[in-house]
């Protein structure tokens, strides 16, 4: 849908329907989605809008991935939302050590073996950072670590990802 369109409205309502229920879907009280984008002030808006809009998800499920995060597993019950610039090789999320138990990549990978078909991944602005041909399968881009799995980074293909996009060939392709 193009911008402005009400893609963060939508998938407020899906996330009501997932965690809470709906006539057509059971809920998953359980469910963990994990907000993904390239630019922190991105998912402060999304966040801030999801707050604003939902009358049934609460402030305390709407937690932001910050540099002393760690857990072996994503909560259920929650949306976090997360940037790309915190998953660089040279970020304290993705590596041992300071305190830190558990790399994000092994917070991620435990959440989809635990929770496979209750673990949504969305990636906004999806079209952003898809390559094609060999470098797709190599899973260059951190985004496409999501799709693909990255063994040097011990992360498992995620079972359940979502695009939004104004412009999704891209993504699809």
Sequence with gaps: APTG???????????EDILFGSSDLEAQPDA?????????ELN???RLKIESKSDRIRVRQLVTVDSTFD???LAGGAIYFMNTQK???DKL??????QRQHTIWETFTNTALALPDRFYVVIDEAHRGMRVGKA???ALTIMQRFLLGSD??????MPLVLGLSATPQRFEN
């Design 5 to 15: 369109a009400g893609k963060t409205i939508v998938m407020t309502a899906l996330f």
């Design 32 to 40: 963990v989605i994990l907000w993904l984008s390239d630019m922190p």
């Design 44 to 46: 402060e808006q999304t």
């Design 71 to 73: 857990a072996e597993q």
């Design 87 to 89: 998953l660089g090789t």
């Design 93 to 98: 999320l993705t590596r041992k050590g300071d």
């Design 136 to 138: 797709a399968e190599r």
């Design 152 to 157: 040097e980074d011990g992360l498992c293909r």
